[in-house]
T-cell receptor, first 112, second 114 residues
């Protein structure tokens, strides 16, 4: 079972910041939080990941609460191409490899 | 394009037939994963390879399923005696082994079993 909880759907206006929440209250100390997204008819695409500190890259920012029980993915200036299903995943290592356990994700719709 | 390549993109077969899918990972990626995704659900882990060794298999992977990665390069996933419940998108991903590795997914093979 997925170890994260996300809202099933969200809407955001084009050009605005999209803030996607995720709860992961049972996360262990050495587990990372990953975000992937899946655009229709494509495979999932890595966005960002973090352990404790906030992270930012060219795609998004990841804000992790101090107790690490929740996080927020921020797309600062959403475009229509950001419409996708966004998955928040807590990594589970199997013999050192990433066994990503996907939940149902949040379906983000960017409206013009 | 140097991303993960999967072939075919679509496969339609009749129940009881065998099918084989191919995945070409990003070169120099030593890990390769197979996932399965049904409509409206997130991908589910099936199995993974480190180089040519298959190190983990999900209980979802019945004995009708077999995966190989000869020489640690491309991989094949074969389903024998297909059933309608096998209809799904089969996704392949590759990565470089690391504590916080990133997986790069292909576009998948959509299987429809009639």
């Amino acid at each position: 079972d997925a170890k994260t909880t996300q809202p099933p759907s969200m809407d955001c206006a084009e050009g605005r910041a999209a803030n996607l929440p995720c709860n992961h209250s049972t996360i262990s100390g050495n587990e990372y939080v990953y975000w992937y997204r899946q655009i229709h008819s494509q495979g999932p695409q890595y966005i960002i990941h973090g352990l404790k500190n906030n992270e930012t890259n060219e795609m998004a920012s990841l804000i992790i609460t101090e107790d690490r029980k929740s996080s927020t993915l921020i797309l600062p200036h959403a475009t229509l191409r950001d419409t996708a299903v966004y998955y928040c995943i807590v990594s589970a290592l199997i013999q050192g490899a990433q066994k990503l356990v996907f939940g149902q994700g949040t379906r983000l719709t960017i409206n013009p | 394009d140097t991303g993960v390549s999967q072939d075919p993109r679509h496969k339609i077969t009749k129940r009881g037939q065998n099918v084989t899918f191919r995945c070409d990972p990003i070169s120099e990626h030593n890990r390769l994963y197979w996932y399965r995704q049904t409509l409206g659900q997130g991908p589910e882990f099936l199995t993974y390879f480190q180089n040519e060794a298959q190190l983990e298999k999900s209980r979802l992977l019945s004995d009708r399923f077999s995966a190989e990665r000869p020489k640690g390069s491309f991989s094949t996933l074969e389903i024998q005696r297909t059933e309608q419940g096998d209809s799904a998108m089969y996704l392949c991903a590759s990565s470089v082994a690391a504590t916080n590795e990133k997986l790069f997914f292909g576009s998948g093979t959509q299987l429809s079993v009639l």
